[in-house]
């Protein structure tokens, strides 16, 4: 736990309400970004760096943000982006955020089940857990089966009859409740010149290939076909800014107009015949960058999105949508080794995905600061340079924004939330409790 500076300590998802409107309306990241990190680094000045912060109004605008583009159609909060199950908890009691979208089988399970918080008091369960991804951890299946509470509440992703068999590998249906699947149908974009643009996710992408699963599964003992997930990965993932190329961005949204228009008579096609071989509850798709087009499609009942609660960098390449970035972390400056450098301890937080100079934490506060191009950001120390290193002194803070939104908790026990200038509360991320899914 952290002193709020007031002399009072808070910690936990009671004393994070995300459902409130912003103290401030000013939007201080936006008219002043300098301000806005330096009060965050004086809110949290008596804390040991590495520290990962975020600030509460800045969180509170983007969860209303998100629910306006999603134009009331519910959120299924991507755990993966979030990495904390206080603030999945908080973002959970805000009115048209339902259900998870979490990244691993026995991750579903821990938020599932009835138990209790990190500070001991009582936490139900997520009543409704979606498994974004196939498994063949037969240990985590196999533990899923064993409650029936939480294998009431969670269900499992396949694409492939053999992954049913693994499941009935773990535990087979003679030895357990029934299991509730999704099928992941392949959103991507196949283009005639460029081939498969979007996620390498599904191999089921035809009418005909829904339909052979779906019967498969209806066919089989132990199973029951509840869901349907398409991510659009080519629309959600890309930022239309982010190719800094002549056309680029006109040509990219073009190929997502086209993409979406695509996906949606397909898909609608897929739902019509599943819907004669299952009873289906759910149709999930999108991300925090395709909000919008889904919220539009009467055929999805509810949008995934997680990532815009933090803001990363990421989000700086979309032309239609900009989230606070509410999300940040600090480094301990310890070295000067010339000039118009200095150096922090750690800092390699750098994101998944195909590597580039994109993947890398950007420096933000002091301003004026950047990565070497050699060094980049390092395992244990990250120097920077620029003119503002002269007027910065050993043991001051360094903070940065990291590209994407939950990778940061891998690195922190705790999140630490700031509000009118003092800490707010602190929470424990999955790493906090211990927990290291992937």
């Given at each position: 736990m952290t002193g709020n500076g007031t002399?009072?300590?808070?910690?936990?998802?009671?004393?994070?309400?995300?459902?409130?409107?912003?103290?401030?309306?000013?939007?201080?990241?936006?008219?002043?970004?300098?301000?806005?990190?330096?009060?965050?680094?004086?809110?949290?000045h008596g804390l040991d760096a590495p520290i990962l912060a975020a600030d509460l109004d800045a969180l509170r605008f983007n969860v209303a943000d998100m629910l306006r583009r999603a134009a009331g159609k519910p959120i299924r909060v991507a755990s993966k982006s979030i990495r904390s199950r206080?603030?999945?908890?908080?973002?959970?009691?805000?009115?048209?955020?339902?259900?998870?979208?979490?990244?691993?089988?026995?991750?579903?399970?821990?938020l599932a089940v009835d138990?209790?918080?990190?500070?001991?008091?009582?936490?139900?369960?997520?009543?409704?857990?979606?498994?974004?991804?196939?498994?063949?951890?037969?240990?985590?299946?196999?533990?899923?089966?064993?409650?029936?509470?939480?294998?009431?509440?969670?269900?499992?992703m396949i694409d492939d009859a053999e992954q049913l068999d693994l499941i009935d590998a773990a535990v087979p249906p003679s030895r357990r409740p029934e299991l509730r699947v999704c099928i992941d149908v392949d959103a991507s974009y196949h283009a005639p010149a460029l081939g498969a643009i979007g996620a390498r996710r599904s191999p089921v992408r035809t009418r005909g290939e829904a339909s052979v699963l779906a019967a498969t599964v209806a066919g089989r003992k132990g199973f029951r076909l509840v869901g349907v997930m398409t991510y659009d990965a080519q629309i959600a993932g890309v930022g239309?800014?982010?190719?800094?190329?002549?056309?680029?961005?006109?040509?990219?949204?073009?190929?997502?107009?086209?993409?979406?228009?695509?996906l949606v008579t397909r898909r609608r096609e897929i739902l019509t015949d599943l819907r004669r071989i299952a009873d289906l509850e759910f149709v999930n798709g999108g991300g925090t960058g395709s909000l919008e087009r889904n919220a539009e499609d009467p055929n999805i009942t509810d949008i995934a999105a997680g990532s815009g609660l933090y803001g990363p960098h990421l989000f700086d390449g979309y032309s239609h949508?900009?989230?606070?970035?509410?999300?940040?972390?600090?480094?301990?400056?310890?070295?000067?080794?010339?000039?118009?450098?200095?150096?922090?301890?750690?800092?390699?937080?750098?994101?998944?995905?195909?590597?580039?100079?994109?993947?890398?934490?950007?420096?933000?506060?002091?301003?004026?600061?950047?990565?070497?191009?050699?060094?980049?950001?390092?395992?244990?120390?990250?120097?920077?340079?620029?003119?503002?290193?002269?007027?910065?002194?050993?043991?001051?803070?360094?903070?940065?924004?990291?590209?994407?939104?939950?990778?940061?908790?891998?690195?922190?026990?705790?999140?630490?939330?700031?509000?009118?200038?003092?800490?707010?509360?602190?929470?424990?991320?999955?790493?906090?409790?211990?927990?290291?899914?992937?």
């Open positions: 002399g009072e300590t808070t910690t936990g998802a009671g004393a994070l309400d995300l459902a409130a409107a912003p103290s401030s309306l000013d939007r201080q990241w936006e008219i002043d970004p300098a301000s806005y990190w330096a009060t965050i680094d004086a809110a949290t206080p603030v999945l908890d908080a973002l959970l009691r805000v009115p048209g955020y339902a259900g998870v979208l979490a990244y691993d089988v026995a991750e579903a399970t821990w138990g209790v918080d990190h500070d001991g008091a009582a936490r139900p369960g997520c009543t409704d857990v979606l498994v974004a991804y196939p498994s063949a951890d037969l240990g985590a299946i196999a533990a899923l089966a064993a409650d029936p509470a939480a294998a009431m509440r969670v269900t499992l239309d800014l982010s190719i800094r190329r002549p056309g680029a961005g006109a040509l990219l949204r073009t190929m997502q107009r086209t993409s979406w228009d695509e949508f900009r989230p606070a970035p509410a999300m940040g972390f600090g480094l301990a400056v310890v070295r000067r080794p010339a000039p118009d450098t200095v150096t922090c301890h750690g800092g390699g937080w750098i994101a998944s995905g195909a590597a580039g100079s994109d993947r890398l934490p950007r420096p933000v506060w002091p301003e004026g600061l950047k990565l070497t191009g050699r060094e980049g950001a390092g395992e244990v120390q990250t120097p920077l340079t620029g003119e503002r290193a002269e007027r910065i002194s050993l043991g001051d803070r360094v903070w940065f924004r990291h590209t994407k939104a939950g990778e940061p908790a891998e690195h922190a026990d705790d999140l630490v939330i700031v509000s009118d200038g003092a800490v707010h509360a602190t929470v424990p991320t999955y790493r906090g409790e211990g927990k290291c899914f992937l």
